[in-house]
Nanobody, 126 residues
Framework: QVQLVESGGGLVQAGGSLRLSCAAS????????MGWFRQAPGNQREFVAT?????????YYADSVEGRFTISRDNAKNTVYLQMNSLKPDDTAVYYC??????????????????WGQGTQVTVSS
């Protein structure tokens, strides 16, 4: 039902910042809970952050990124963002955005998301 396209990845030095964007197709973006996941070679896809679809949004972060990453959304633009600050080499991964239901809940499980983007590479050098 919804198609997602990530952008904004690239190469950055440790301590730097990047902002990832995820553009969604369709007119129902505002009803979905959105999430960011990441996957490094040889590892499982792991949870990074989630944001609910309600007007008064709630967010939740993995311990590994708490205080450094910020998830946000602009429903008028059908876009979710991941602002990444104080990047570390361990943040290197392919980052994926995802959309799931119900939209009023924070979703932490991969299986809770029905739609996934293609991913964007983030590489953090030492």
């Amino acid at each position: 039902q919804v198609q997602l396209v990530e952008s904004g990845g690239g190469l950055v030095q440790a301590g730097g910042s990047l902002r990832l964007s995820c553009a969604a197709s369709g007119r129902t973006f505002s009803t979905y809970t959105m999430g960011w996941f990441r996957q490094a070679p040889g590892n499982q896809r792991e949870f990074v952050a989630t944001i609910t679809a309600s007007t008064s949004t709630s967010t939740y972060y993995a311990d590994s990124v708490e205080g450094r990453f910020t998830i946000s959304r602009d429903n008028a633009k059908n876009t979710v963002y991941l602002q990444m600050n104080s990047l570390k080499p361990d943040d290197t991964a392919v980052y994926y955005c995802a959309a799931g239901n119900p939209g009023n809940l924070l979703l932490l499980r991969r299986g809770s998301y029905d739609y996934w983007g293609q991913g964007t590479q983030v590489t953090v050098s030492s």
